[in-house]
Every structure is written in C-alpha cells, then in structure tokens.
Antibody, heavy 121, light 107 residues
Framework: QVQLVQSGVEMKRPGASVMVSCQAS????????ITWVRQAPGQGLEWMGW????????RYPRTFQGRVSLTADTATATVYMQLGSLGSDDTAVYFC??????????????WGQGSLVIVSS | EIVLTQSPATVSLSPGERVTLSCRAS??????LAWYQQRPGQVPRLVIY???KRATDVPARFSGGGSGTDFSLAISSLEPEDFAVYYC???????????FGQGTKLE
C-alpha cells in the first residue's frame, strides 16, 4: 500500500534552517510528483512547493521563493524539504503529499503523517 | 495567483441533514478543483477531484459540482464522521502550482 513516512518533531531557533524528510513506499517513486503543504496551529493549508522525483524539476510559490528547497533521492525514495531563515510564524505541521495522476487537477491522493516544526528562542 | 474563497466559514448542522459548501475562484480554473476533508488531529483526505469525481472509498453521499469559478461540495445526509473542516484546492497549470481555500468548518 502507498505510504509516505515523514521525519519527527523538530525544534529550531529563529534564523536557523530545518530539513524534513518524506520516505515513499508502495509505488514507483519516480512516477509521481510530491507536494509539500504546511498548516500553522489552528490555520488552513498552505502550499510550499512541488518536485518531480523523475526530472528533479521544482516549483515554488512566490511566498517561499529563495527560502525553501526540495530535493529527491531516488535511491532511498525520499524527498527532502529544507526551509531557511526560520521565524516564529514558521511553527507548523509540514505535510508531504503525492500528486495523483488520475484526472487533471493534480490532486493530492496520499499524505504523510505530518512533521511538527517548532520555532522558538 | 488564483485565490479561492470558501463560504460559509462555519456551518452548524445535525446528523441526517444536507449541506452544500461553496468555493469561488478569482479566475477560471476549468474543472481543476479538488476538495479535502480534515478531521481534528488528522491528515487531510482527498474527497473530490476534477470538481465532481469521488476519490477512492468516498461514500456516494458526497458530490461535487461546478466549473470555471464557482464550485460546490454537497453531503446529502450527514453522518457523525462527516463533521470536519473542508478545503478546496485548485491546480490548473503544469508544472503544478496550487492554492487552497481557507476552509469551511462543518460542526
């Protein structure tokens, strides 16, 4: 069965960087894109970026340009999300999600369990 | 950037009732719209994609509609497990760029 397993809780100081991993199993890794979405406490979903594990092409929203980087390791079927220059408003749960190939919406059909990142001095 | 606006922000109903949630896009997205359900403390779950197609294992009481800028998610007879927050999401470009609505809480 398709599974996305993410790394655990991270506590960081303001100004630091964080790296969160997302290991995929149960499907052909390089056949599906991976998207990252975050959710601040009590808030909605915010898109952070997309990567194709096949081509390593990436796409980021303007709000995160220059601060987020997605990479993929096909040998371990793992996608990494690195976010720099952390501030307290980056405290959130970070999700990876697989991009469905069914239909034209590129919907997110399987999600990781989420990784809590806490930014505090 | 396409902005999605959901309404209402909160709706209060009882099991067995019918509900319709709305999502409006700031510009046309064709039928490239999805809906997600997020129960408290859980991961979002895909409910509807391509505006009207039910995702795997989603009960038939869920239905999606609309195209262009106006979309809806209807639940015909609410079950206790349907009380959650629902988000709409659009993506109509390649490489994909996404945006989410702010969510509707069904309580």
């Amino acid at each position: 069965q398709v599974q996305l397993v993410q790394s655990g809780v991270e506590m960081k100081r303001p100004g630091a960087s964080v790296m969160v991993s997302c290991q995929a199993s149960g499907y052909v890794f390089h056949d599906f894109g991976i998207t990252w979405v975050r959710q601040a406490p009590g808030q909605g979903l915010e898109w952070m970026g997309w990567i194709s594990p096949y081509t390593h092409n990436t796409r980021y929203p303007r709000t995160f340009q220059g601060r987020v980087s997605l990479t993929a390791d096909t040998a371990t079927a793992t996608v990494y999300m690195q976010l720099g220059s952390l501030g307290s408003d980056d405290t959130a749960v970070y999700f990876c999600a697989r991009v469905s190939k069914t239909g034209g919406t590129y919907a997110l059909d399987f999600w990781g369990q989420g990784s809590l990142v806490i930014v505090s001095s | 950037e396409i902005v999605l606006t959901q309404s209402p922000a909160t709706v209060s109903l009882s099991p067995g009732e019918r509900v319709t949630l709305s999502c409006r896009a700031s510009q046309g997205v064709g039928n490239h719209l999805a809906w997600y359900q997020q129960r408290p403390g859980q991961v979002p779950r895909l409910v509807i994609y391509d505006a009207s197609k039910r995702a795997t294992d989603v009960p038939a009481r869920f239905s999606g509609g609309g195209s262009g800028t106006d979309f809806s998610l209807a639940i015909s007879s609410l079950e206790p497990e349907d009380f959650a927050v629902y988000y709409c999401q659009q993506c109509n470009t390649w490489p994909p760029t996404y945006s989410f609505g702010q969510g509707t809480k069904l309580e």
